[in-house]
């Protein structure tokens, strides 16, 4: 399966017309990561990362107990990281370890604004699935607080 193929059937960039998806995989680069951590929570945003083989996991680190962190989720092939900050450009909120060798492409959030800055229906087509993010983490912490 070439490139275009895999992110096309990545949920992140359901949707997106071939074409669109054509133009962010030219700007992608492969990068592959050890078993360890990847990218610590508050680091700036370099871009989105998409798995393409590996397991991570992403957890977020309790400020009142140092030590203790919740797993907020368990990373496949085809599950990306580094969505919210390649919108807004914020530093990371949370921690993506690998826990194995971890292969994935890399798309710079640079490159990420000038694609959308010339196809603002890529942006449309994104926001179903940072919606379904934002439901899955207001799930997720209504049961942690309330139960389930």
Known sequence: MDTVEFLASVEFFAGLPEKSVRRLAVNMRHVSFKEGSIIEDAKSIDGLYVLKRGIAKV????????????????????DTFGELGLIDG????????AMSPVECYFLPRAAFLIALRENPGIARCMLPTLAGMVRTADRWVGELFLGP
């Open 59 to 78: 957890t977020k680190s309790s400020s009142d107990a140092p030590g203790v962190e919740a797993v907020l989720s368990i990373l496949r092939e085809g």
């Open 90 to 97: 914020l530093p990371r909120s949370a921690k993506v370890t």
